[in-house]
């Protein structure tokens, strides 16, 4: 894998990088918040590092791998608290992902907790406290077309106008 490590600060627009790719600079500044911070990239030209958060900003995170697996969910409560067919998690290691700003939490389910932004509702994340991963809604991903989900839960809830057969599929919650 190759490497690229970019950093920036107020005082100099300082610029590391060990392999001679460099990531535009427009791309670095673009990213508000975070655009300090360093960015690593890795892989074919796709950034490891993504950044994400809720529709009005107040919740922003910043992952450093890619996810272990990718889901998309059909049931009830995913439904509804997306507002949505389905929701669609990638879920990454708990020590992969980096927040800022408050959230605050329900419980969905034994173990389950659902975290959203106090300030405009949107989906924050969701985790299992027995696990040491957290579950981030693919939505709240500043790019598109980053991960693509290798299987879907819950299909009995699946509305029928979805396509079948695409992926792997659990009827309900992965065994
Ligand atoms: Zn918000
Ligand atoms: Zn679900």
């Known amino acids: 894998m190759t490497w690229v490590y970019i950093v920036t600060n107020r005082q100099a627009d300082r610029r590391a990088t ?29 950034a490891t590092v993504q950044e994400g958060g809720c529709a009005c900003g107040a919740v922003r ?13 059909h049931c009830m ?35 389950a907790r659902r975290h959203f932004c106090p300030v405009c509702g949107s989906v924050a994340y969701m985790e299992y406290l027995a696990t040491p991963e957290i579950d981030l809604p693919l939505g709240a ?6 991960y693509e989900p290798g299987y879907e839960l819950w299909c009995r809830r699946r ?17």
Do not use: K, N
């Not at 995170?61 to 969910?73: E, I, K, N, T």
């Not at 509305?159 to 065994?175: A, I, K, M, N, S």
């Open 159 to 175: 509305e029928p106008w979805l396509p079948q057969g695409v992926r792997t599929e659990f009827e309900e919650d992965r065994p």
């Open 141 to 146: 991903f500043d790019e598109t077309g980053l």
């Open 18 to 46: 060990f392999s001679g790719i460099q990531a535009p600079r427009s791309r670095v500044a673009a990213r508000g918040l975070l655009a300090e911070q360093s960015i690593l990239h890795g892989g074919r030209g796709m």
């Open 61 to 73: 995170f910043r992952v450093g791998a890619a996810p272990r697996r990718v889901g998309m969910c």
């Open 77 to 111: 409560t995913c439904r509804r608290i997306h507002g949505s067919a389905f929701g669609v998690y990638a879920v990454f290691a708990r020590g992969d992902v980096e927040f800022f700003g408050r959230t605050e939490a329900w419980r969905s389910s034994g173990e």
